[in-house]
């Protein structure tokens, strides 16, 4: 079957980093979506990756091992709005992206 | 408008009802997509476009229908509701490459309660 698996609620401190992990089973693989979700909101885009490594954008950075079947989001910095959910989802064999439950991130002052 | 609109927002159905949620994009996306997601699950596929006039069965489609009749329009019908159809719908649409899964961009959602 697929499955992917992360946390399902962390909590950091504002102005701290925190790593999201997530693991992956899936019949192939067609790349790796990181995906932020506010309450009530629609999903929104972070990142991506298809080959093994770290890709950086500004506070966010998103790391991959295809060996592994594993990936991390790391947040630094962390601002009160980034308290959301994200979503770490897996293009299969298809091209369709299997969604992993979603990780709620806590962030206190 | 500019990206995904749905509607409506949100909804009350009582069980037995037909229903259409309406999904409209004005990036000329050739793929298109529609999700439900429950508290607890990740979004899960009910079906999909990946063209105009084609359309495929996700993860989840019985009780669901879609059609595609043009590249911006991708109507959801619920043919008779029923209660566990009871979630937050959300359509979403992507450029095809044919050679992966690009980024997805999401509407706004419909909020669909079944009684």
């Known amino acids: 079957g697929q499955n992917i698996d992360q946390p399902t609620e962390m909590t950091a401190t504002e102005g701290a980093i925190v790593q999201i992990n997530c693991t992956y089973q899936t019949s192939g693989f067609n790349g790796l979506f990181w995906y932020q979700q506010h309450a009530g909101e629609a999903p929104t885009f972070l990142s991506y990756n298809v080959l093994d490594g770290l890709e950086e954008k500004g506070r966010f950075s998103s790391f991959l091992s295809r060996s592994k079947g594993y990936s991390y989001l790391l947040l630094k910095e962390l601002q009160m709005k980034d308290s959301a959910s994200y979503l770490c989802a897996v293009g299969d064999s298809n091209y369709q992206l299997i969604w992993g439950a979603g990780t709620k991130l806590i962030i206190k002052p | ?115």
């Not at chain 2, 990206?3 to 409209?24: D, E, K, N, V, Y």
Request: glycine share 10%.
């Open chain 2, 1 to 115: 408008i500019a990206g995904i609109t749905q509607a409506p927002t949100s909804q009350i159905l009582a069980a037995g009802r037909r229903m259409t949620l309406r999904c409209t994009q004005d990036m000329r996306h050739n793929a298109m997509y529609w999700y439900r997601q429950d508290l607890g699950l990740g979004l899960r596929l009910i079906h999909y476009s990946n063209t105009a006039g084609t359309t495929g069965k996700g993860e989840v489609p019985d009780g669901y229908s879609v059609s595609r009749a043009n590249t911006d329009d991708f109507p959801l019908t619920l043919a008779s509701a029923v209660p566990s159809q009871t979630s937050v719908y959300f359509c979403a649409s992507s450029e095809s490459s044919g050679t992966g899964p690009l980024e997805q961009y999401f509407g706004p959602g419909t909020r669909l309660t079944v009684t």
